[in-house]
Nanobody, 112 residues
Framework: QVQLVESGGGLVQPGGSLRLSCAASGSDFSRYRMAWYRQVPGNQREWVAFIQPNANTLYSSAVTGRFTISRDNAKNTVYLQMTSLKPEDTAVYYC??????WGQGTQVTVSS
């Protein structure tokens, strides 16, 4: 059973930066495609970025050039470095594996 725990969310001003972390339990982390999603209450969960086991990455058009996803297989952790944050980035951010595991989410609020 894989457990995912997100952290690093918080309140940041527009233009600021945050780094989210997602720590995974288990021994197969390096084999997972890891992804970040986000959700605003009342809206569908939105895909943000993913990173494959070979470290290839892909981003949604909403975050390309501002967010960077990375992974540290030795620490069983995936990161989302977020820069040039905008109020519309406000959401609960979740990490996910390609086997359908989800974390509990971490709140990101971008506001002055």
């Amino acid at each position: 059973q894989v457990q995912l725990v997100e952290s690093g969310g918080g309140l940041v001003q527009p233009g600021g930066s945050l780094r989210l972390s997602c720590a995974a339990s288990g021994s197969d982390f390096s084999r997972y495609r890891m992804a970040w999603y986000r959700q605003v209450p009342g809206n569908q969960r939105e895909w943000v970025a993913f990173i494959q086991p070979n470290a290839n990455t892909l981003y949604s058009s909403a975050v390309t050039g501002r967010f960077t996803i990375s992974r540290d297989n030795a620490k069983n952790t995936v990161y989302l470095q977020m820069t040039s944050l905008k109020p519309e980035d406000t959401a609960v951010y979740y990490c996910n594996t390609d086997f359908g595991h989800w974390g509990q989410g971490t709140q990101v609020t971008v506001s002055s």
